[in-house]
């Protein structure tokens, strides 16, 4: 169903209305503060993320019902201790939009989506409280790999980047040889190392060819779960377990379940 500017309105005001009535009323949401939420914080989003990743729209929904709520609650702890509000939360956000984005509110140019991220990363060095330097607005608790994904996408944007994207595999053919010589020097620390590298080239071939390297290895994930799941079910029902299962059994059932993705997706 779509609602009307005004009826958005007012079910935000009623969402801020039964936070109120909580914040007063309930005795776990009076005792809550921004170190206490923050871990739930995190789970909440990363349950977005699996809805996102499955496409599951109730649950996607849900789960930003339940992210929107954070934030809400943020803003109100933030009034109590008279810092902020939503309001100010609102605006602000409104303002950095408005700022960042002079193609359409101003008089600059940006055609394609490359073109303004480029300006969004000069505008930002330019905010008075701004990053300091290129690679300062990424946040040191992301994910190792995302965080790899942003640092390089970062760096793109101010030119440091290859020519032509296809050099990119002669670094990954370098990186994986570095690694496979410590390996075979039996040096753990070094070959963690190279390992890394291998990793940072491997997500740069990604992004270079405009792929998510988060998402593709979350679909990958998800993949084997569905086909192990699949090995699992049918083992149990032959009345063994796993355990009993001899390789070639398992690669059996295991190459029955990719048969099957392959038949339904056709």
């Not at 977005?48 to 609650?73: P, S, T």
């Not at 084997?224 to 377990?241: A, D, H, L, N, P």
Request: hydrophobic residues 35%.
């Amino acid at each position: 169903m779509m609602h009307s500017k005004e009826e958005k309105m007012e079910a935000f005001g009623r969402l801020l209305d039964v936070l109120d009535t909580l914040r007063e009323k309930c005795p776990w949401d009076k005792k809550q503060t921004n170190e206490s939420l923050r871990p739930n914080t995190i789970e909440e989003t990363y349950e977005l993320c699996d809805a996102l990743i499955k496409e599951d729209q109730l649950n996607i929904c849900k789960e930003l019902g339940d992210v929107l709520l954070h934030i809400c609650f943020y803003a109100k702890i933030g009034s109590e201790k008279g810092e902020f509000d939503i309001a100010d939360v609102c605006n602000k956000l409104c303002d950095k939009l408005i700022y960042r984005h002079p193609h359409v509110y101003g008089d600059s140019v940006a055609n394609t989506a490359k073109e303004v991220i480029q300006s969004w990363e000069q505008l930002k060095l330019k905010e008075k409280d701004g990053n300091k330097t290129v690679l300062s607005g990424v946040p040191e608790s992301l994910p190792s790999l995302i965080k790899a994904y942003r640092i390089q996408d970062k760096a793109r944007n101010v030119g440091f980047d290859w020519e032509e994207r296809s050099q990119v595999w002669e670094k990954v053919k370098e990186e994986i040889s570095e690694f496979q010589t410590e390996i075979e020097n039996m040096d753990q620390q070094k070959a963690t190392e190279e390992f890394g590298d291998v990793m940072f080239s491997l997500i740069n071939a990604a992004r270079l060819y405009h792929i998510n390297p988060d998402n593709a290895l979350e679909h990958t994930n998800q993949k084997f779960i569905r086909r192990f799941g699949y090995v699992e079910e049918k083992t149990i029902k032959q009345g063994r377990s796993l355990q009993d299962m001899s390789l070639e059994e398992m690669d059996q059932l295991w190459n029955e379940a990719k048969q099957m993705e392959k038949t339904k997706s056709n």
